[in-house]
């Protein structure tokens, strides 16, 4: 389809291990953002990209989160030494254009991930 | 005190009911206005997108938007089972979207 695309859809991880959560927005947008959902919590922002400029990561809970775009399309965000706190929903959206203005965001069904 | 405060339910009604979902916020710098909805395990959806103060309406839905009182809701008309799901609303400070915690709304037939 020609939605936002996020792989893998569930993933169930041990504490300790790196996990890598990945993006494939609407071709064409040029903005692109991860947002992290706890059970009962709104969304939580993480990280948002903007073209060429840099990333505005000011969202990231720690250092052990870490996100990258490659060719201003396909992004992947990095979980290292994954916590059981960090079990969530992890979603990726994306719009033609960033910034407040008018246009949508579009989300993907988000990566479900489980920490034991 | 968080920038979007949003009551999280859950908000129970019959089918045919009038609905009636808000939030407060803290930023009176905020301009743009959403609400999403979001079905159990799926992303959120755009509903309503409002500009700066005022109402608007879509359907069975309609937004407003008080920014003297900081405060902004979202009306369902006749309310349908299949109008289930979470809404949360959001607004834009710079470059992204800050959401509220979501209202769980169920519709009963």
């Not at chain 1, 990945?22 to 903005?31: E, L, N, Q, V």
């Not at chain 2, 005190?1 to 609905?19: H, Y």
């Not at chain 2, 089972?81 to 979207?97: E, G």
């Amino acid at each position: 389809g020609a939605g936002v695309s996020q792989s893998p859809s569930n993933k169930v991880t041990e504490k300790g291990k790196d996990v890598e959560l990945r993006c494939d927005p609407i071709s064409g947008h040029t903005a692109l953002y991860w947002y992290r959902q706890s059970l009962g919590q709104g969304l939580e922002f993480l990280i948002y990209f903007q073209g060429n400029s840099a990333p505005d990561k000011s969202g990231l809970p720690s250092d052990r989160f870490s996100a990258e775009r490659t060719g201003g399309s396909v992004s992947t965000l990095t979980i290292q030494r994954t916590q059981q706190e960090d079990s969530a929903v992890y979603l990726c959206a994306s719009s033609l254009v960033g910034g407040p203005s008018g246009n949508t965001i579009y989300f993907g069904e988000g990566s479900w991930l489980t920490v034991v | 005190q968080k920038e979007v405060e949003q009551d999280p339910g859950p908000l129970s009604v019959p089918e045919g009911a009038i609905v009636s979902l808000n939030c407060t916020y803290s930023n009176s710098a905020f301009q743009y206005f959403m609400w999403y909805r979001q079905y159990s395990r799926k992303g959120p959806e755009l509903l309503m997108y409002t500009y700066s103060s005022g109402n608007k309406e879509d359907g069975r839905f309609t937004a407003q938007v008080d920014k003297s009182s900081k405060y902004i809701s979202l009306f369902i008309r006749d309310s349908q089972p299949s109008d289930s799901a979470t809404y949360l609303c959001a607004m834009h400070n710079t470059d992204k979207l800050i959401f509220g915690t979501g209202t769980r709304l169920q519709v009963f037939p």
